[in-house]
């Protein structure tokens, strides 16, 4: 079975852009959630999305913005691209909302390399 | 404010020795923990996770952690380090609801690297 994956691979953008990454779930799992790890830190939450509705949300400004589709596929935008937005870009899966259920796992893909110029 | 902590940047040992990788959280409630590796342009495998129960936990790849409440503790451990270990590690607590949603928060992670 394929695991979590997400497009683009890289993406190298300018100040001032916006920016769209995609990530399609395991399939079955209906929850995705989103992290950005800066070069040299462990990941930050981000979003969480269950059943098509927005679960919970980082601290993150309103610039970065996301949706589930009904394949439960997600898209994570971001708009006024900042230097500091460069980061790895990690889609998660799970198959239920959390890990209180220990047979659903978090699943994270290889993620999205995005550089800001 | 919830944190996890991993003391330790960089960890070099070699091949066959003996590790540790330590964690230590702050966390209000029950913590639900994991740990998860990160090679070099890959995402986050889990390798295993503490929600209740026994204290020790084992995990995949031979790794185990101990949750230690009184010191606010989840180590990792391996008994003999394999060079195909080398990679990232990263502690996570869970602070979504009480494990409802899923919300992890992550240390800065560990740099593991095995010397031949």
């Known amino acids: 079975d394929a695991g979590v994956t997400q497009s683009p691979t890289h993406l190298i953008k300018t100040r001032g852009q916006h920016v769209t990454l995609r990530c399609s779930p395991i399939s079955g799992h209906k929850s995705v959630s989103w992290y950005q790890q800066v070069l040299g830190q462990g990941p930050q939450f981000i979003f969480q999305?269950?059943?098509?509705?927005?679960?919970g949300r980082g601290n993150f400004p309103d610039r970065f913005s996301a949706r589930q589709f009904p394949n439960y596929s997600s898209e994570l935008n971001v708009n006024a691209l900042l230097l500091g937005d460069s980061a790895l870009y990690l889609c998660?899966?799970?198959?239920?909302?959390?890990?209180?259920?220990?047979?659903?796992?978090?699943?994270f893909g290889n993620g999205t390399r995005l550089t800001v110029t | 404010a919830q944190s996890v902590t991993q003391p330790d940047i960089h960890i070099t040992v070699s091949e066959g020795a003996s590790l540790e990788l330590r964690c230590n959280y702050s966390y209000g409630a029950t913590p639900y923990l994991f740990w998860y590796v990160q090679s070099p342009g890959q995402g986050l495998q889990l390798l295993l996770k503490y929600f209740s129960g026994d204290t020790l936990v084992q995990g995949i790849k031979g790794f185990e952690a101990e949750f230690k409440r009184s010191q606010s503790s989840f180590n990792l451990r391996k008994p003999s380090v394999h060079w195909s270990d080398a990679a990232e590690y990263f502690c996570a607590v869970d602070r979504g609801s009480g494990g409802s949603n899923y919300k992890l928060t992550f240390g800065k992670g560990t740099l593991l690297t095995v010397n031949p």
């Open positions: 999305y269950y059943e098509k509705e927005e679960r």
């Open positions: 998660a899966s799970s198959l239920y909302r959390g890990s209180l259920l220990s047979n659903s796992p978090l699943h």
